[in-house]
């Protein structure tokens, strides 16, 4: 499958939230989307990523942008993630990891050497239109909502 680029129509999907609402990325056309693919609920770093988006949560809507994340977590997981650290924003579940793959955010990993398939932390930012507009991979969960944030303004 050919690697997502600046420019390509993001590919459509329909996935539930953490209510168990089928949300679609449809629904967001004339919104700037901030798409976040992350490993896992309740880690330290995919919980500081997450917080860090929600703390910014009003600044995003105050550039037309909606924020959404995608693991391979529960509904379930979602809902008890979204209420443990108050988080404002969208979660999406892709339990199946299609959509991972689907935008290149699940493949081969190293750590310590050792290679596996895994979640690679990955950003993508849609425009009004539903194209990319810009690409983060293999991202550092600290900070990085700020750096998004500021480069989106």
Request: hydrophobic share 35%; aromatic share 12%; proline share 3%.
């Amino acid at each position: 499958m050919k690697e997502l680029q600046i420019g390509d129509k993001a590919p459509v999907f329909e996935l539930l939230n953490q209510d168990g609402v089928k949300i679609s990325l449809s629904d967001f056309l004339g919104k700037k989307i901030i798409l976040y693919f992350y490993p896992k609920d309740n880690t330290p770093g995919c919980t500081t990523q997450a917080c860090e988006f929600s703390q910014s949560y009003e600044d995003f809507l105050e550039q037309n942008t909606v924020i959404i994340g995608i693991s391979p977590d529960s509904v379930k997981s979602h809902e008890n993630f979204i209420k443990k650290y108050d988080l404002k924003h969208t979660l999406l579940s892709d339990s199946e990891k299609e959509i991972c793959k689907l935008y290149g955010a699940w493949g081969l990993k190293k750590n310590y050497g050792k290679e596996y398939e895994g979640l690679i932390r990955s950003t993508f930012v849609i425009d009004e239109n539903g194209k990319i507009s810009k690409i983060y991979k293999n991202v550092k969960a600290k900070d990085h909502a700020f750096k998004v944030l500021k480069e989106l303004c």
